[in-house]
């Protein structure tokens, strides 16, 4: 498991957001924010590639609403309010543009700043993101558990592991799986010319056993002007964020610059 540099909690709209620092001290070029799927935690989403991507800048990892040590609240649990509550943190912490690593939920969120706060965002690495819900094979929108596609009871199993021992209720598990699988299908607040719209260096990157549909990937790449493609052979979701040996060297050149665009 990766240590992080420091951990503590902000009061952003309502919540008591967690979130970890790693790496460098800020103010050496942008950090990176990375954003967790959901149901997940920093840890079981980035443990693979956060050391090497706190190698040598600065990294900021929240715990979305509900997630890991962030308590939920009544609100509903939303893409736009999480995005909300991301741009909070990085107010209270005087970022005024960072590059963004988003996974799935974490993703659809990083996806919300860049089109409602394009001037947060230096890059945007988007991993496992539709822009529509149509995005997703079927198996996934009804969902087939059954299908290869989908978690397999040892990854829930982890999850549950993960939560019993972060949240500050473990008792509402199953009450939080249902607002995040809510969150999750609920329909997504983009258009076709939001995304045509962005001109944030953008990598889009997906299994090709994913949740999202190669297709719709390659849509969104076709319709954001700063948008590159890479399709991860032999890789469903929840394996993506493991594939160190073809990750972390898209990776390391897409963030390679961190002052200009």
């Known amino acids: 498991m990766t240590v992080p540099t420091s951990s503590a909690c902000a009061k952003v709209n309502g919540l008591e957001m967690y979130y970890e620092t790693h790496g460098a001290a800020f103010g050496q070029g942008r950090p990176l924010v990375l954003l967790h799927g959901g149901a997940l935690t920093v840890p079981l989403t980035f443990s693979a ?10 990294v900021v990892a929240p715990e979305l609403q509900g997630h890991g040590h962030t308590a939920d609240t009544a609100r509903e649990m939303t893409v736009p309010y999480l995005a909300s509550d991301v741009v909070a943190l990085l107010d209270e912490l005087g970022i005024r543009q960072a590059d963004f690593l988003g ?9 919300e700043i860049a089109v409602r706060h394009p001037e ?26 059954g299908s290869s596609r989908l978690p397999s009871q040892d990854d829930f199993q982890e ?18 799986l249902a607002k995040v699988s809510a969150a999750a299908h609920a329909p997504l607040p983009w ?71």
């Not at 996974?103 to 996806?111: M, N």
């Open 159 to 176: 999850m549950a592991d993960a939560y019993a021992v972060t949240a500050p209720h473990p008792e509402h598990f199953q009450d939080f």
């Open 49 to 58: 590639v956060l050391p090497t991507l706190a190698a040598d800048r600065a």
């Open 191 to 261: 258009t076709a010319d939001d995304l045509r719209g962005l001109r944030v260096p953008t990598l889009l990157i997906v299994g090709d056993s994913d949740f999202v549909r190669v297709e719709h990937a390659a849509e969104m790449q076709q319709l954001m002007p700063e948008a590159q493609l890479a399709v991860l052979p032999a890789t469903t979701h929840m394996t993506l964020m493991q594939r160190t040996s073809l990750l972390l060297p898209l990776l390391g050149e897409f963030f390679a610059c961190r002052t200009g665009r």
């Open 120 to 145: 947060r965002v230096g890059r945007l690495a988007l991993a496992a993101t539709m822009y529509t819900q149509d995005g997703v094979h079927d198996e996934v929108r009804v969902p087939d558990y």
């Open 103 to 111: 996974f799935s939920l974490g993703g659809l969120t990083a996806l």
